[in-house]
Nanobody, 122 residues
Framework: QVRLVESGGGLVQAGGSLRLSCVAS????????IGWHRQAPGKQREFVAA???????NIADSVKGRFTISRDNAKNVVYLQMNNLKPEDTAVYYC????????????????WGQGTQVTVSS
């Protein structure tokens, strides 16, 4: 079983930056894709970004140009760099992993972390 632990969330003012980290442990498979979803209060969970083993990325239109995703395969860590944050980015951010990029983006299976809260004040 894969265990994912997110960190790096917090409170930031609009226009600020945060970097989220997700560390994978247990029965990890570095060839898997890994990514991020978020869920704001009263809203459905939505896809944010994903990256495969080769470094190919898929970024949601809502954050494109502001968020970047990267991974360190040797350390089993994925990062989400969030710049120019907006109040609408406020949500719990979840890390998830699955066999392929499309599956990570779909967010219907795989393994999930417990989430980290990001709050952006106006």
């Amino acid at each position: 079983q894969v265990r994912l632990v997110e960190s790096g969330g917090g409170l930031v003012q609009a226009g600020g930056s945060l970097r989220l980290s997700c560390v994978a442990s247990g029965r990890t498979d570095s060839s898997n894709a890994i990514g991020w979803h978020r869920q704001a209060p009263g809203k459905q969970r939505e896809f944010v970004a994903a990256i495969n083993y080769s470094g190919y990325t898929n970024i949601a239109d809502s954050v494109k140009g502001r968020f970047t995703i990267s991974r360190d395969n040797a350390k089993n860590v994925v990062y989400l760099q969030m710049n120019n944050l907006k109040p609408e980015d406020t949500a719990v951010y979840y890390c998830n992993t699955d066999a392929r990029l499309s599956l990570v983006a779909a967010g219907t299976g795989g393994s999930w972390g417990q989430g980290t809260q990001v709050t952006v004040s106006s």
